[in-house]
């Protein structure tokens, strides 16, 4: 069995569009990486809200890093900051999901059932600081980067 | 610039089959250049270099597979945020260049800009985190220059004009783009002469020493004169020593420069009167490989100077790195008999630790204070702080730059104990000082303060 690793990081959205634009964006986004990621054994969370992505990928180190690599290549997104790579002993996260983390009433309504239709369970996120940190994180940029 | 084509409607990102040719490595690039400009409808043609900052120390860092690795992700990188129609050679070393056809200037740098910072983004190779800078060089052909130019010669230049706007964004920091114009290639080509002419200069005889008197303020007395290096450049006239020193530093002609001016003023030096000392400036660079203190005391034993009469100056430079050893130098030097001053206090770091980290005999207070001291409140409560810091550390001031009899009767009362500048004489060749010091008279310091 190959090493298992976890990556986390987190960046600003730089979505273009109006909500509709974003919305279908995001959903674009949902899609194509729920598709690749469980094709290449890549289980984890991305949360989002206006202001920022954050992600975490658990799996072998050859899955991350071409799924990283085009990440880094997408222009929806500027600012990104590694804060984990390293092996972990197992895995948090049983597939990967994607939800809506953040206080705004109607992105809350316009992005939440995207966090129920992914399957996306917040005690997993909870289970560990890491992922605590970047639940945290997202909710306090949610604002400040929205104004950016 | 050119659209790059629409996979789908849905996400504007090329395909992979829709990605920029690659060339094969500088041969190929030659040849994709001579072909873009021989065709009319491809101009004007813009070469994009871009490079990995410091790139040495990454692939130091990582090793060499992971090095590997990384340069070809970074190709890969650049290859994707290409147009299909553009064409991409792998220069190696953490380098690439980008042809792009039928641009402009102003949005081949657009692109450059975006792909800088798209290379600096967190690259993740063989299981670890690694963050690099690039930058970018553009250079940009018009057709009518392409047009009436000797092809071949038309590449090298491009090619030449890329290489130099790296150079120069790289000169600037990282993270950094640069188009070429003509001033960046006036500039390289006056700095390559100026690297030929002062590696020759030596040999030709070019340098020679000025020397500038130093006066005690409360006596009158010409304790010593600083011994200045001067270039008089064959074609160019005088080159000023804040534009060669950088540069002879950075060749490292500056130790074969400074023993030569070493030598030269104890030689003339051992001529003064016994009452006149001699102080030379030392560059921090001579001070590695252990070259200063036998050239001191050869210099010294081969001219009979006694070592009581050379004060060296050195800046706070010297203190930065290898501090410890320089340190030792200058206490063995100080053992010889040796003085030495702090040269331009008050500029640069001037971290009063210095001040505790060695007795030097003198502190230079920095022209850039005396020349604008009178009426200038705060040039004035400097000086003032830097004179009172000397006096219990048992270290005498020295003023540099004195230009006005009101200079100098402010630095007598306020104690400074040395004053150099126009006010006293201006630099002057051997013979001038020789014929200075028989007719300078204390009397002559008294004048000045009336």
Redesign the interface.
Known sequence: MTALLHLAYYSYNCLPGGPFEVERQIEEILDSARRKNSRNGLTGALLFNRGCFAQVLEGARDAIEITFERIMQDDRHTGVTVLAYAPIGQRVFGHWSMAFIGENARDQERFGPIAEGSGFDVTRMLGEDLCRTLLRLLREEEVVSADR | MNNPPIRDE??PKRSLAARPAVLAGKAGLLAAVAAALAQEDAWPVALLVVGVDDFKAVSGNLGHALTEKLHR?IV??AS??AAPDWQLADCGAGELALLIPSTSADEACNFAR?LV??LG?????????VDITASAGVACMEASRSASADPAESVETLLRWADLALLQARSSGRSTICRFDAAIEAQFDSRREIEADLRKALGLRQFHVAYQPVARIATGRIEYVEALVRWNHPARGPISPAEFIPIAERLGLIVPIGEWVLRTACAEAAQWPAHVSLAVNVSPLQFVQGRLLPAVVAALAATGLEADRLVLEITENALLENSAANLGVLRALRTRGVRIALDDFGTGYSSLSYLRSFPFDKIKIDQSFVRDLIGRHDNEAIVRAIISLGAPLDMETVAEGVETSEQLAWLAREGCHFAQGYCISRPLSDEGLRSFLGRWEIEDMKRLFR
């Open positions: 849905k996400r992700q890969e990188r994707a945020l975006h910072g798209t983004r967190t690259h993740l190779v063989a299981g670890k985190i």
